[in-house]
């Protein structure tokens, strides 16, 4: 199985602030990597797919890169209404992946 | 509007059985991979079992394999989950989700989740 792991695991930073996460692979997955935001109480939500794909009605503030084994979710400017958890997942080889989320705050 | 609805989620003894139902409306039902993806209390998402828009093809997560069956009726737009042997590290918010693409696995729309406890 493919193993996906992200760091940080959490992070805390202000308004306005361009926040990084990283998600890396066990191995090669080309760009079947995607993206999701997860608030409390809610159901995931599809940011990024296939690495670097907009999802419809996703701020332009978010965007995501990399390939093979190694990838990051940029949010450029810090909102408020960012504050949630922020997993990948990968679809190249079954069973499907997700790695065990970063939150973000405030 | 795409809508997916849950259902039969609920407090279950360990080793009896549930069946979820996903209602599916707004897009063509059988055009569309579906899946499973639950999170257990507190924890992260874990995908459990996807099924292609067909059904010819299923696959599971090793944890699940054996016990839980996935199925699905097209002609109801209805997407099924039987679970049995349940444990209690089956506690969790089970979501149905869509593909967003064919050929590529990531879910566009969610339900809003069933709560499934197995407790006794």
């Known amino acids: 199985d493919i193993q996906m792991t992200q760091s940080p695991s959490s992070l805390s930073a202000s308004v306005g602030d361009r926040v990084t996460i990283t998600c890396r692979a066990s191995?090669?997955?080309?760009?079947?990597l995607h993206w999701y935001q997860q608030k409390p109480g809610k159901a995931p939500k599809l940011l990024i797919y296939?690495?670097?794909s907009l999802q419809t009605g996703v701020p332009s503030r978010f965007s995501g890169s990399g390939s093979g084994t190694d990838f990051t979710l940029t949010i450029s400017s810090l909102q408020p209404e960012d504050v949630a958890t922020y997993y990948c997942?990968?679809?190249?080889?079954?069973?499907?992946?997700f790695g065990p989320g970063t939150k973000v705050d405030i | 509007e795409v809508q997916l609805l849950e259902s039969g989620g609920g407090l279950v003894q360990p080793g009896g059985s549930l069946r979820l139902s996903c209602a599916a409306s707004?897009?063509?039902?059988?055009?569309?991979?579906m899946t499973w993806v639950r999170q257990g209390p507190l924890k992260g998402l874990e995908w459990v079992s996807a099924?292609?828009?067909?059904?010819?093809?299923?696959y599971y997560a090793d944890s699940v394999k054996g016990r839980f069956t996935l199925s699905r009726d097209n002609s109801k737009n209805t997407l099924y989950l039987q679970m049995n042997s349940l444990r209690a590290d089956d506690t969790g918010i089970y979501y149905c989700?869509?593909?967003?693409?064919?050929?590529?696995?990531?879910?566009?729309?969610w339900g809003q989740g069933t709560l499934v406890t197995v407790s006794s």
């Open positions: 989700a869509k593909n967003r693409d064919v050929g590529v696995a990531a879910y566009d729309y």
């Open positions: 707004g897009f063509t039902f059988s055009n569309y991979a």
């Open positions: 997942q990968q679809s190249y080889s079954a069973p499907l992946t």
């Open positions: 099924i292609s828009g067909p059904g010819g093809d299923i």
């Open positions: 191995q090669s997955i080309s760009s079947y």
């Open positions: 296939t690495a670097s």
